[in-house]
């Protein structure tokens, strides 16, 4: 389940550092090829690519993957290790235990690890242990969940909840945008974690855009798939006649599914959240009123391996001139359709 601050959301800028949206995986690029430049061309700079070199030990430290998101980070950190015959991947349990989870980023610091990459499972509580990291010289990739200090990590890579709000607002915007006197709802997750409140004034904001479009209803869930069918079933029952939904998650979405089913409604499509393979398989199926799903993309942990290499061999990034890799990388929330689900549907998570 996905949790960033406010700061990780399109703020990089706030710790003084360049926020990059990105979709794509970092290492594995070309050098640039042009001879005509006024600056260090790629050639002269050392960057990242598949070809071994220095050997680095990676920490990975993740929250226990009690969601399909979470577990998605796991494999994708996993098997992006693999990828690389340098790269030893030294990884935790996982916990949703803070103190547990100190105790295991502690381990790994007294190991002696080239570079750590950390999920937190609470950022804030977990901000001593990164500073203590970055103390001992040994660099910190802190992934998505944000600590509450920027010296507490070298470099933040992560998801954008107001972007997918956004993004998700302006999908069902333009699909609603002939239609008189529309009516939308919205399924949001739990309403503690600001990722929720993120994913909500985005979605808001981008409503605002649209006269003809009011959000009736909002409805908290729980990123389960028994809280989104009980919560659905309760939406369902106050809303007779509506013309999208929004649906935060897409764990809870099969449960939401399952009400909406039940009470035989079809009359309004469906957006989801975070791009589950359930989600995608659905859209392409094209039986329900399931039309679409934002993503949150787990490759971000696949990234993280990535930059966690390329610090360790004290590489940049091809494709940019700076000399290092950026200290802000926020991903780019993507709206997965019947119109491009091939390109997407290997990235869908179990």
Known sequence: MPDTSPFASRRGLLFGAAAVSTGALITGCTSNDSKDSDSA?????????????KKVTIGFAGPQADHGWLNAINDN????????????????????????????????????????????????????????????????????RVFASPQAYRCWIGGDNYGMGLNAGHYIGEKLKG?????????????????TKQRSKGFDDALKNYSNIEKVARQAAEFTVESGQSKMAQLLQAQKNFDALWNHDDDQGVGALRAIKQAGRDDFLMVGGAGALSAMQAIESDDSVLKATVLYP???????????????????????????IPAFITLYSAVVDKDNLSKYMSTGFK
């Open 41 to 53: 061309s790629d050639k002269d700079q050392p960057v990242a690519d598949d070809k071994p070199g």
């Open 77 to 144: 950190a996993t098997e992006r290790a693999k990828k690389y015959s340098d790269v030893t991947l030294e990884s935790t349990e996982g916990s949703n235990d803070t103190a547990a989870q100190i105790g295991q980023v502690e381990t790994l610091i007294n190991k002696k690890v080239d570079v750590l990459v950390i999920l937190p499972a609470d950022g804030k509580a977990l901000t001593q242990v990164g500073l203590k990291a970055m103390k001992a010289g040994i660099p910190v990739v802190n992934l998505d």
């Open 179 to 195: 239609k008189k006197n529309a009516k939308v709802v919205e399924l949001a997750g739990l309403d503690n974690l600001e990722l």
């Open 298 to 324: 787990p490759t971000m942990a696949a990234s993280a391996i990535d930059l966690a290499r390329a610090l360790g061999q004290s590489k940049g990034v091809s494709g940019m001139a700076e000399l290092e």
